[in-house]
């Protein structure tokens, strides 16, 4: 294949004026997917990308979600699918692109500098940090960051006449990421044999670690989300005729979640870690060089360096992004109104959740957790068990070729080796598609801290959308090499 990456570039900057006018036209369809008032205008918005790629030769198509109605649409919003054939003698991967085409709720209102859903091209303020931006709902997430994908695949048409340069590419934009994703597991296993084609998921719906601080996100956590109640008196007892005869929901409660850590705030439940990936040395050498200040960390949110305490043997970044965790996110139980009430309750509640890192399933966690729950029952007392939801995390080998793909995309792009990083949190795409498909998924994303994501003013730098278009152009150009 002709080598025409320079000449992508080049079109690309030329095309910079209509690309933001095409992303303003976007960001001007309010596709809130929560609010039922929105519904037409969030199908509207994934009309609106699914036609934009079908122009550039993609076969696309809306599927309806949800119990579907007589007027042939689903109650949920629908999911964009698309594919590209590969050219003739293609060799390498077939690429997964996901994101998502609704948007948070804009409230409150009176917070924005100008309406959420009439983007504002303006220059930095006084005050604020970096250059040039779009301010709107949904600006950085997601369509901005789609549409470098988007403006990617137009540039790669217009030169060589393909949008992705011959490689295979399936994408799956979806509706209801900023509402719970509810209809998305149903369709990847209704598509599954379609989906199962593919061997990486690319996604563009992250950060980076700062302005001129390109990252890839190689990794997430999984998670278990459980709900346990345990309870002992068929009713709320007086304390003083009771206390001391029978147990007290609340305290036994508190004993047996007390140890979930030992001494060493490791989790004791039996076979927790028998299937976590341990962290490499080169993974952990690569992290020093990001010289995180845990210290400064822990100021912002008001702790001093004493705060800085989890597993032992780990430093804070290496217990955020490759440890598993176990968390206890609320408990309640008995009188928590003003003034006195002196009872025993009948019942006490908590959520735990356990945070997951390579190879951890959340059903055996929760499962596992589960049965310690039981060897830990107190006496007179018996469980309510629920098991809320679970994901899978997932991490790519950092010798993943698609992984060297992306990074050297990233250096050609910006000029500088992206940081591989990994994440604290959990994405469910990410899970489910492990779960499922049994693909992993790299993260590629141009945001910025303080890009305001679900606030008033969202904003996305210019900066950040050239280089999340360069990245995209010269990765597909990696792909098909």
């Known amino acids: 294949m002709p080598d025409h990456a320079h000449t992508i570039l080049n079109t690309l900057q030329s095309n910079e004026t209509g690309s933001i006018q095409r992303w303003m036209d976007w960001l001007r369809i309010p596709s809130v997917s929560t609010d039922p008032k929105f519904r037409d205008e969030t199908r509207k918005a994934g009309k609106w990308i699914a036609d934009q790629f079908a122009a550039l030769g993609f076969d696309c198509k809306l599927v309806e979600t949800g119990k579907i109605g007589k007027d042939g649409k689903g109650e949920g919003h629908p999911i964009v699918l698309a594919t590209i054939d590969a050219a003739p003698g293609y060799k390498g991967p077939h690429v997964l692109f996901y994101g ?10 009176n917070l924005w500098d100008s309406a959420p859903f009439e983007p504002v091209l303006r220059p930095a303020k006084a005050g604020e940090e970096g250059g040039e931006r779009v301010v709107a709902r949904g600006a950085v997430d997601d369509k901005g960051q789609v549409m470098t994908f988007l403006e990617a695949c137009r540039a790669w048409k217009q030169v060589a006449g393909h949008p992705t340069n011959g490689a295979k590419y399936t994408l799956l934009i979806e509706g209801e990421e900023e509402s719970g994703s509810a209809n998305l597991a149903q369709f990847v296993k209704d598509y599954k044999k379609q989906l199962d084609a593919c061997d990486v998921c690319l996604v563009s719906d992250t950060g980076m670690l700062g302005r001129a601080k390109p990252a890839i996100t190689y990794g997430v956590r999984g998670i278990a989300y459980t709900q346990v109640t345990l309870h002992a008196s068929n009713q709320d007892l007086h304390s003083g005729l009771w206390g001391g005869r029978c147990p007290n929901p609340i305290t036994e409660l508190a004993r ?19 299937d976590v990936v341990p962290l490499t040395k080169k993974e952990r050498d690569n992290w020093k060089k990001l010289k995180f200040n845990s210290k400064a960390a822990l100021k912002k949110i008001g702790l001093g360096a004493a705060a800085d305490i989890g597993e032992a043997g780990y430093t804070a970044m290496e217990r955020e992004w490759g440890r598993p965790t176990a968390e206890i996110n609320g408990i309640w139980g008995g009188y928590i109104g003003e003034g006195a009430k002196t009872v025993i309750p009948a019942h006490a509640s908590a959520k735990v959740s356990f945070r997951l890192v390579a190879n951890q399933n959340p059903h055996k966690i929760t499962k596992q957790f589960f049965n310690w729950c039981k060897k830990h029952t107190p006496p007179g007392c018996k469980w309510e068990l629920t098991d809320l939801h679970g994901g899978f995390g997932v991490t790519v080998p950092i010798d993943s070729p698609h992984l060297a793909a992306a990074s ?19 994405i469910p795409v990410a899970g489910m598609l492990k779960d499922i498909l049994g693909i992993d998924t790299i993260f590629m994303g141009f945001g910025l801290d303080d890009d305001r994501v679900h606030s008033p003013n969202e904003k996305f730098e210019l900066a950040c959308f050239r280089l999340g278009c360069k990245a995209h152009a010269m990765f597909i150009d990696e792909v098909t090499k």
């Open 100 to 109: 998502h085409y609704d948007v948070q709720p804009p409230d409150p209102l």
């Open 256 to 274: 047996v979640l007390a140890q979930l850590h030992d001494k060493k705030r490791r989790v004791t439940i039996p076979g927790f870690y028998d």
């Open 408 to 426: 050297s995309a990233l250096k050609r792009a910006s000029g500088k080796s992206p940081d591989l990083i990994k994440s604290g949190g959990s």
